[in-house]
């Protein structure tokens, strides 16, 4: 659309800054860099240049190749670019970068403050099964294709589903090979030991669930349906991945101790520190909630011990948004009641019990909702995103924005979360200018 001419520079693995700044003409077999010669290549001064895998720069005692390509990417400093081949200033001012990267946690600082960011988060579940399968030139996709390509795949390309389409047909080839591929002269006596000639399958070759776990295996991705929460101490959040939202269940117990905490899932230590702080509010409001201990003392740690515990443990996981859902399942530990199974929620919290904006909206909801989740507990601030959301998604779901944490309690559980006495109200401030 632009008519431009495009050209593709990989990045992946350079590890020496010649390879962006050129080398100089006195080294034998040397040669521009990969600017110039792009350019070369393209034969226009304005073309698009499109830097590939920009995360995974490298760098070695040549140099770091980051710190050259901030000449080339500074609008202040790319008019007067100089390659040390030709050792004359090129302007690169009329070239149009775009650079690809699978997470910017490995670009330089410096190198990332001189690039806008547009993140392409994952799609929903059935525009990404359209346009992954319009790619891959499937014309009528069947329900058998669509439901395979959420149970073996995830992921933001259509590599793995590709692979996977790619087996189905090799297997569909093979049985059409052993349907016709018979000899045509045989003599009796093979026809009397290996039996008459296979006949040919019948055409159109059907594919259902069951031929397709047996040519694929069991599905790899379950669709994430909410467990049951049949024990007290069970809350169910939203996590964000770099491959779209997840479920992510929280797990509590408490036994006779002395007021220890323990967490366990891999945990980084905003997230411990998120836990820290919603014992600490529970702690805080316990009278007013009637949460006990073992014994039926108002404090709740007071001779025990609590152990978290958040699932796949072999996965990191980090960030505050979980410090609602932290809340909650302890809450439900405490208070010996069940957790809502159709709710899933996310949050930052603080101490005075407020509920904070978080990220990756979009995502936690379509995972909310490919889980069978039917209601969403959101900060207030997030109302926002919601807009972003497909129109059915939205309808399917219903969303409590809360702003703080007796909204959240009331909402997670059957009946509301009654407080004893109710909290008192922030005085209002009068100016008196």
Request: net charge negative; charged share 20%.
């Amino acid at each position: 659309t632009l008519g431009r001419e495009f050209h593709r520079i990989a990045l992946g693995g350079v590890c020496d800054q010649s390879d962006i700044r050129g080398h100089r003409r006195t080294y034998v077999g040397s040669l521009p860099g990969r600017i110039i010669n792009g350019l070369k290549t393209a034969g226009v001064n304005n073309p698009v240049f499109l830097l590939d895998e920009v995360d995974k720069l490298g760098k070695s005692l040549q140099g770091d190749p980051a710190a050259a390509l901030l000449e080339v990417l500074d609008p202040e400093q790319n008019h007067s670019f100089t390659d040390h081949y030709l050792n004359v200033a090129f302007d690169l001012s009329q070239v149009l970068f775009i650079a690809t990267a699978n997470t910017v946690a490995t670009i330089p600082p410096a190198l990332l403050d001189r690039m806008e960011v547009l993140q392409v988060p994952g799609e929903w579940v059935r525009t990404s099964q359209l346009v992954r399968l319009r790619i891959l030139k499937v014309s009528q996709p069947s329900r058998c294709l669509l439901w395979g390509v959420g149970g073996y795949t995830r992921e933001a390309g259509v590599r793995s589903l590709e692979r996977k389409i790619a087996a189905i047909c090799r297997a569909v080839a093979v049985k059409v090979a052993e349907g016709h591929g018979a000899p045509k002269e045989r003599s009796s006596e093979c026809l009397e030991q290996q039996g008459e000639k296979a006949a040919p399958p019948e055409m159109p070759i059907v594919v259902d669930h069951m031929a397709l776990s047996d040519i694929l295996g069991p599905p790899m991705f379950d669709m994430e349906v909410s467990e049951r929460l049949t024990l007290p101490g069970v809350a169910v959040g939203l996590a964000w991945t770099p491959l779209g939202g997840e479920l992510m269940f929280v797990e509590a117990s408490r036994m006779e101790g002395d007021g220890q905490l323990t967490l366990t899932g891999q945990l980084g230590d905003v997230m411990k520190e998120s836990a820290h702080l919603a014992i600490s509010w529970l702690r805080t409001n316990a009278k007013r909630y009637q949460l006990t201990n073992l014994t039926g003392s108002p404090d709740p740690l007071e001779g025990t011990d609590i152990h978290l515990h958040f699932p796949a443990g072999a996965v990191t996981k980090d960030g505050p948004s979980a410090g609602v859902t932290i809340v909650t399942c302890l809450a439900s530990l405490f208070s010996g009641r069940l957790v809502r199974s159709d709710v899933a929620m996310t949050g930052e919290i603080t101490l005075r019990g407020l509920v904070l904006p978080v990220g990756g909206i979009k995502d936690k909801v379509l995972a909310a909702h490919r889980g069978g989740v039917k209601c969403v507990v959101l900060p207030k601030r997030n109302q926002k995103d919601l807009e972003e959301l497909p129109a059915n998604v939205r309808a399917d779901l219903d969303f409590i924005l809360a702003q703080n944490l007796d909204e959240v309690l009331d909402t997670a559980f059957e009946g509301g979360f009654p407080a004893r006495g109710s909290s008192r109200p922030h005085p209002q401030l009068t100016s008196k200018l």
